[in-house]
């Protein structure tokens, strides 16, 4: 980061010392005119920020000086951007609307992508329309995705949201946790007969997925045979080998490749269960809502960039302000993952204390991110974010049309998503409480600071199309922040740690050798030992 800059930032923070927004709104009526844009389909309003021009003007050059221009032309142009993996990052290649073409080491990967694309569409049209059955003539009825992290947070969180759209005839069931009880729950709620597998997972190696797969494997075969697993097994992974091994047939395997990063899966065939729910053509309109941002991020100037925006703002506030955590906060109920999704997307991609040329950083990176859906939130969590002594920026994300027919439903919601930001950001003084008669031993509990920041995003209605381009919209911003820390967002070796490590552990409790422990690790395998 170019210290000239932050030193000017810096002391532009400390200017800023003692201002609120009712001010800073009071001086400026262009204010809230001037901080907002639109981009694919979203508006968003940034002018509730404990910013100014000053402020986003050296922002804008700080991020200028850390080569957004030149990390947007690497990432399009296939260069290995994930340098620890020596990979390129290209999920933008999945959903490519366009005809130009996207290379990968002078090759073009469009036709790749095409045909694995074409290949998912004629077997979601299998089993959407009955011609693909189980193996006893039974038509498919329920799915169920077994993977983790990137393999299942991305197709849970679609298609819980895009549940509006989907063949109310198909359940979609996610198992991910190396728990039994998750797989045995769900079994619980599925008829094997009428039950498609869908095994996901880049590597084909997770531990907990490939338990969980050759425990569905096994009860498939317990109930219909050995040949039944062709009808009732699919599989997604750039690993196709182990998936042969596994005994899944090729026509059942969807492939993907190392340039996907799990956290960036969805729009590959890793949303295969995405595409059975939602059919084809409404896959189609997400792609679409994907590629209408990543054009705009691409594409547009860095002032008029909305990921650069939301990335610059959240900088400010992790760097100048001490935040540690951030909240999106979804005022729909079918976005209900959605903050759960993009806490792997974030953290998973800036949790890093590493910077590119492997030096330990000397700032902080990537916050906490965390979220409920409005209105919940109100009435558990958003006591701390009006009145606690941490500050938490909070994106406000809502929609101007409701799916479902409840005008009244809708309009309180909505009066709820605008009233609350007005709250964080004006507060409550306490001559508004003298005003309103409140009891003077109250007046200090019952004032509000105000001056909390949030951005307010609005689309018109959720549809596969706009949820597409809100996704891309985090991702592109994910990526901005790396710039400016100058970390790569695309490895997960933290991840990687724990797929390892409990390996001996478990042979340990199977009665191996315990090895070479300290004194509190042995003697929690010893204590658990005795159960296995
Ligand atoms: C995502 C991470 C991680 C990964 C899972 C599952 O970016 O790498 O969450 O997706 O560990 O990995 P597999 O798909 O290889 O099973």
């Excluded at 404990?50 to 142009?77: A, H, Q, T, V, Y």
């Excluded at 049209?125 to 193996?135: D, H, P």
């Amino acid at each position: 980061m170019n210290p000239d800059i932050l030193h000017q930032l810096a002391d532009l923070r400390k200017a800023w010392e003692g201002r609120h927004l009712r001010r800073v709104f009071a001086e400026d009526p262009q204010r809230a005119e001037r901080y907002q844009l639109e981009a694919a389909g979203w508006w968003l309003d940034y002018s509730k920020n404990l910013i100014d021009d000053p402020i986003l003007d050296r922002l804008f050059e700080l991020l200028k000086s850390s080569d957004f221009d030149g990390w947007r032309n690497k990432m399009r142009g296939g260069e290995a951007i994930n340098h620890t993996e020596n990979r390129p990052v290209l999920h933008v290649a999945l959903r490519n609307r366009g005809t130009e073409p996207i290379c990968v080491a002078g090759k073009d990967v469009m036709p790749d992508v095409h045909h694995v694309l074409n290949a998912m569409e004629h077997f979601a049209n299998g089993v959407r329309y009955g011609s693909l059955k189980g193996a006893t003539g039974k038509r498919i009825r329920s799915i169920v995705n077994i993977g983790i992290g990137g393999s299942d947070l991305g197709p849970l969180m679609v298609t819980e949201a895009l549940k509006a759209y989907s063949d109310r005839n198909l359940r979609c069931h996610f198992v991910s946790n190396v728990d039994g009880t998750h797989l045995a729950e769900t079994l619980k709620q599925i008829d094997l007969e009428e039950t498609l597998f869908l095994i996901v997972s880049k590597t084909f190696t997770t531990i907990e997925t490939m338990t969980n797969a050759r425990s569905a494997r096994d009860q498939i075969v317990a109930a219909m045979g050995n040949e039944a697993v062709g009808h009732h097994f699919a599989a997604i992974s750039t690993n196709l080998k182990a998936v042969a091994e596994f005994g899944i047939e090729p026509d059942r395997v969807f492939g993907f490749w190392d340039w996907v990063g799990g956290r960036y899966s969805l729009t590959s065939a890793v949303g295969l269960s995405i595409m059975l729910m939602i059919g084809p053509k409404h896959f189609g309109d997400l792609l679409d809502g994907f590629y209408a941002m990543d054009r705009h991020f691409f594409e547009a100037p860095l002032q008029k960039n909305m990921p650069a925006i939301l990335a610059i703002l959240g900088f400010w506030y992790v760097h100048f302000w001490q935040a540690q955590s951030y909240a999106i906060l979804p005022y729909d109920q079918y976005l209900h993952r959605f903050p759960a999704y993009f806490q792997q997307a974030d953290m998973e991609s800036n949790g890093k204390s590493v910077d590119r040329n492997g030096n330990r950083v000397t700032y902080p990176t990537g916050p906490i991110l965390w979220g409920e859906p409005g209105t919940n939130g109100q009435h558990a969590f958003y006591q701390l974010l009006h009145q606690g002594t941490v500050l938490v920026p909070a994106d406000f994300i809502g929609f101007a049309q409701s799916l479902n027919p409840s005008g009244t439903h809708h309009r309180q919601l909505m009066a709820n998503f605008v009233a609350q930001m007005e709250a964080l950001a004006f507060g409550k003084t306490e001559e508004q409480l003298i005003a309103e008669g409140c009891e003077s031993r109250l007046i200090s509990y019952r004032t509000f600071e105000g001056n909390r920041p949030s951005n307010a995003l609005i689309a018109e209605k959720l549809t596969p199309h706009s949820l597409g381009a809100l996704i891309a919209l985090y991702e592109h911003k994910i990526f901005v922040q790396s710039m400016l820390w100058n970390i790569n967002a695309f490895d997960q070796w933290g991840v990687e740690l724990g797929k390892k490590c409990a390996t001996q552990i478990e042979r340990a409790l199977a009665g191996e050798e315990i090895g070479t422990h300290d004194a509190s690790t042995h003697q929690l395998i010893n204590r658990l030992k005795a159960y296995f």
